[in-house]
Structure formats: structure tokens, C-alpha cells
């Protein structure tokens, strides 16, 4: 198509330039005589000019620009859309973030009070057995202090009657010193108690 034309218009100027043919010496364009051809081949080419941007190029231009157009408003809208969903997502994590954290004090606590009220039935228990170990203590130690000072005591009535017998030498009333040993034993024992 372009061809065509480039041909039309190459034969249209042939015909209608007769200078074309002639040599003469001078400048055409300030002949008069030509400026009717000058001014048609002026208004030809710019129209045709005209005519080609605005029917071919043009369009292809603003078809472009168009396009970017909606791509960068599509893409705006998808920023927009992704920039939301992001926030919402960080909410949604602060969220999960903050129930985490309430979740573990409340653990944090439950175990801490479930673990003093472990602690205190335990020393409870702890105390209790050292309550009754020092109670069969003491009452080992009564029996053992009661036996000794049985044991002291006959320990004691055979030595004196022992010292008795040498000293003397002549034995001794068991009974009397018996209740001499036994006496002196109530009385240290009621100053030390």
C-alpha cells in the first residue's frame, strides 16, 4: 500500500512539474510560476504526514500508552491488594503472638501455684516426720535414760556393795543400800530435769 502511493504521488509530480524536464538557471522556488506546484507538493507530503501519524503511528502510541496505563493500575491494584493481605496477616500474627504470650503466663502461673502448693504439702509432710522421729527420739531417749538409770542404778548398789565389803569387811543389807542408791539418783536426777 505504501508502495502504491510512494508511485502515485512520484508520476503525479512528473505530470504536473513540468520544470522537470527544462534546465533553466535560477532558483525554482522563487519562480512564480511554480509556486502553485510548491505550495500542492507542501500541502501533499504534510497532509500525507498528518494523515500517517494520525491514522498509523498515533494510534499505536496511545494504544501503548493505554496499555501501561492499565498494567500500572493493575498493578497498583495488586500492590494494594498484597499490602493488605500483609497487614492483615501481621494482625493476625501480633494476635496469635499475644494469645501465645497470655497462653504461657497463665501456664507460667497454674505451674507456679500447682508447684507452691506441692512445696507446701511436702514441707507439711517433711515436718510432720520429723515431728514423729524426734517424738520416738525422745521417747528412746526417756527409755533409754529411764533403763540406764536402772542399769546406773544397779551398777551403782553393786560397787558399793562391793566397797562396802572390802572396807568393812562384813557384808552389807542389799536392800538398805538399794534404797540409799535409789535415792541419791532421784535427787540428781530432779536437779539435772
Known sequence: MRKFLLLISIIFFIKINPSL???????PQLNPEFWLAQIFWLIFIFGMLYIMIWKLILPKITESIENRKKHLVNDLDEAQKIKD??????NEYKIIIENAKNHAKKIILE??????????????KFEQEIEKEIMNTEKQIKKFKSSSINNINKIAVEISNEIIN??????????????IV???SRIKMSRNI
Not at 111 to 124: A, C, S, V
Request: charged fraction near 40%; proline fraction near 0%; charge should be positive.
Open 111 to 124: 505451674n507456679r501455684r500447682k508447684l507452691e502448693l506441692d512445696i507446701n504439702e511436702k514441707r507439711k
Open 182 to 184: 535409789e535415792e541419791i
Open 85 to 90: 493481605n500483609a497487614e492483615k496477616k501481621l
Open 166 to 179: 572390802n572396807t568393812l569387811g562384813s557384808e552389807a543389807n542389799l536392800s538398805s543400800v538399794t534404797a
Open 21 to 27: 524536464g527544462k534546465t533553466e538557471a535560477g532558483m
